[in-house]
């Protein structure tokens, strides 16, 4: 089937449209020159009414009167006469185009003396770089015209330049770095410092485009960023390279600011980040950005090598899992964070081949400072925590696991070499010079560094992305007081919540509250002997014939979890005891105590000679039996068994009774 051509309009639409745009602009320009008396004379006669609109007003109302008698007496002598009425047109409308005359005051058509003396001096100043004996035709020579080198131009109030557009021989070696640097030294120098100055390079149409950066707003405080899931936005920045805005709120008032948005998670060629500045330049605020942000959608892990307590809002708080300070912790933590790596790792795989969707849940590792570790690693012979970080580096995308990794910049080369090597996203904060920023970012800026800058400014670079300049928000530390009060509660206002006990559970105050239990005491409790008025009985005899051995001091009975079967006898024994067993266990055996030691085991006996020893029935053989003595003797003495264990026995301290002294 032959295909149907296109129709004309869809296959050469865009020039139609532009032809018919250009045509369009054409006639508006003619109709304007047409009728531009009209609409001068048009705007005069709005500008009369409301000038004596303006009048009417302010008139005193006990004066309006007379005003009216006036306006009406000249209108009645203009009527009467003769031409009166068109020469009051022809006057009215000469008043008109008198007052609706544009009235703006032209542009000078090139600079004033001064502005041509700087451009000059910049002219002169560019000779040596811009020009070679060689040239037959020089664009630069000393005294030579500046018109030809500077196309455009423009200056502020200040009376310096803003904008310039300098042209260059084609063979000024453009594509090098350190020529391209010294140029736009020079030129920030001539046009003023204390600025920073954006630069363009077109090196096909031999031309360099400069001007000047409006500063970064930092106003900007700590809030609810309207971003996807898995973006983090490190910041504000200029609209040269950033086509995205974002709506940000500074108290009632809401702007739309371009910001650096950096991108996590399994689609993200920077998976991790690398942060490196001057002390007090704002990394510890970027970091905390950075966990507010995290905390969202996923959960946290920070470690602060610096020790200064920055973090100690985010203690205790929901998906915050751990915030540690000391080397030991670090490491736990560390060390915990590579297993769960591998285990994410196991899960995704296993995921992938059932067919599932893997975890969705992040994890964000955060480390500030980690080389104050190494040091204290290295003086008590232990493991570097920068070791532990190779598997979250190298395994993180696929895992879900994020790093986050800041330090000074003097400590860039003390990082290990898993920190270079997988952090592709880098920030650079406070005073750097360009050697130091093309090191750690892997290309110069765009523009020029300034040395006076205020906190939280730096440079971002997120992989093989341009260079951008960077304003982090205000995130400060809520329990510094030094920071402004609307800062520290937009800070807490994003704080989660605190984290409660999964069983619920509360520890009572140490005073009570009435109706609540009182704490039992679980371990052993000692007891002690406490002494009775018994009077000593003749001691029972036990299930075998064994000897019950006599000590001068108090001894406990030993408590066991078996039931223990105590024997009662009376004063003459039977010939056949019959055993029974006892429906209740005896709470308190009580045993016999003398006292005078006895070095041998001496078997206790009754006033009689038992002849038969009544045996003691027990459910479980115990090491030791305890006798007892009761005051009556029972008329069938029988052996008790007891079912449950003996609380705590008290032992009872009696006389020996005289059968005793006289056979001892």
């Known amino acids: 089937m032959a295909r149907r051509p296109l129709p004309r309009i869809l296959s050469n639409g865009s020039a ?13 320009d003619s109709a304007t020159d047409v009728l531009h008396p009209l609409i001068t004379i048009t705007r005069g006669l709005r500008r009369l009414a409301a000038a004596g609109r303006r009048r009417w007003t ?11 008698f006036l306006v009406a007496s000249v209108i009645l002598v203009v009527a009467l006469m003769p031409y009166g009425p068109l020469l009051a047109a022809i006057t009215l409308m000469a008043a008109a185009a008198w007052k609706g005359r544009d009235r703006t005051p032209a542009a000078p058509d090139g600079p004033d003396e001064s502005q041509s003396e700087r451009l000059k001096s910049l002219y002169e100043a560019l000779v040596p770089y811009f020009s070679t004996a060689e040239d037959p035709e020089p664009l630069y020579a000393h005294g030579g015209a500046w018109d030809k080198a500077f196309p455009t131009y423009a200056f502020d109030g200040g009376g310096r330049i803003s904008h310039l557009v300098v042209r260059y021989p084609a063979y000024f070696t453009d594509g090098e770095a350190e020529a391209r640097a010294r140029i736009e030294h020079l030129l920030a120098a001539k046009s003023g410092r204390g600025r920073e100055y954006h630069f363009t390079w077109d090196e096909e149409g031999n031309q360099l485009t400069f001007g000047v950066l409006l500063p970064l707003p930092v106003d900007i405080t700590a809030q609810r960023f309207v971003t996807a899931p898995g973006e983090t936005v490190l910041g504000v920045t200029d609209p040269t390279r950033v086509r995205r805005t974002l709506p940000l709120g500074h108290g009632e008032q809401r702007r739309d600011v371009p910001p650096v948005v950096w991108r996590t998670g399994l689609r993200s060629t920077e998976p991790h980040l690398l942060v490196l500045g001057q002390p007090g330049s704002g990394v510890s605020t970027l970091l905390r950005s950075i966990a507010l942000q995290a905390l969202r959608h996923g959960d946290v892990v920070i470690v602060d090598g610096g020790g200064t307590g920055e973090y100690a809002c985010l203690t205790g708080r929901d998906g915050v899992l751990a915030v540690e300070c000391g080397l030991s912790g670090a490491t736990a933590s560390l ?3 590579a ?15 059932a067919g599932h969707p893997p975890p969705k849940r992040p994890l964000w590792i955060l480390l500030d400072r980690p080389t104050a570790f190494t040091h204290l690693a290295a003086a008590d012979d232990r493991k570097d925590p920068q070791s532990l970080l190779q598997v979250p580096l190298r395994h993180g995308r696929p895992a879900n696991v994020t790093v986050v990794v800041a330090d000074q910049l003097d400590g860039f080369e003390a990082l290990g070499e898993p920190v270079h090597r997988h952090t592709r996203a880098r920030v650079v904060l406070g005073p750097a010079t360009a050697e130091q920023l093309e090191s750690v970012l892997g290309a110069p800026p765009h523009t020029t560094p300034v040395d006076l800058i205020p906190p939280g400014r730096g440079y971002a670079r997120l992989g093989n ?6 304003q982090v928000p205000a995130t400060p530390n809520p329990f510094d007081d030094a920071a402004p ?4 509660e937009a800070v807490l206002a994003l704080l989660p919540p605190r ?9 009572p105050e140490p005073d009570g509250s009435p109706g609540e239990p009182e704490p039992v005491p679980t371990g052993p409790v000692p007891t002690e002997p406490v002494p009775t008025e018994r009077e000593p009985e003749p001691a029972a005899v036990t299930a075998e014939p064994r000897a019950v051995a006599v000590t001068a001091e108090p001894s406990v009975a030993a408590v066991t979890t078996e039931p223990t079967a105590v024997a009662v006898t009376a004063d ?8 029974a067993l006892a429906e209740e266990p005896v709470s308190t055996p009580v045993p016999v105590l003398t006292e005078k030691p006895v070095s041998n085991p001496v078997p206790v006996l009754t006033g009689e000679p038992v002849s038969n020893p009544v045996p003691v029935l027990t459910e479980a053989a115990l090491p030791d039996p305890v006798p007892v003595l009761t005051k009556d003797p029972a008329p069938n003495p029988a052996p008790v068994l007891a079912k449950a264990p003996l609380p705590d026995p008290v032992p009872v301290l009696t006389k020996p009774t005289e059968a005793q002294q006289g056979r001892g």
């Open 499 to 507: 984290t409660t006990p999964a069983d619920g559970e509360t520890v």
């Open 485 to 488: 009060e609307a800062h520290r």
């Open 16 to 28: 139609q449209l532009a032809r018919s745009r250009e045509l369009a602009r054409t006639a508006a």
């Open 335 to 337: 060390e915990w964070a």
């Open 465 to 470: 992305g341009p260079v951008h300049r960077l």
């Open 58 to 68: 302010e008139t005193p109302k006990e004066k309006r009167g007379a005003l009216l």
């Open 339 to 353: 297993t769960e790596t591998e285990r994410r790792l196991i899960a995704a795989n296993r995921a992938h081949q």
């Open 572 to 579: 003459q024994p039977e010939s056949q005891p019959e055993p």
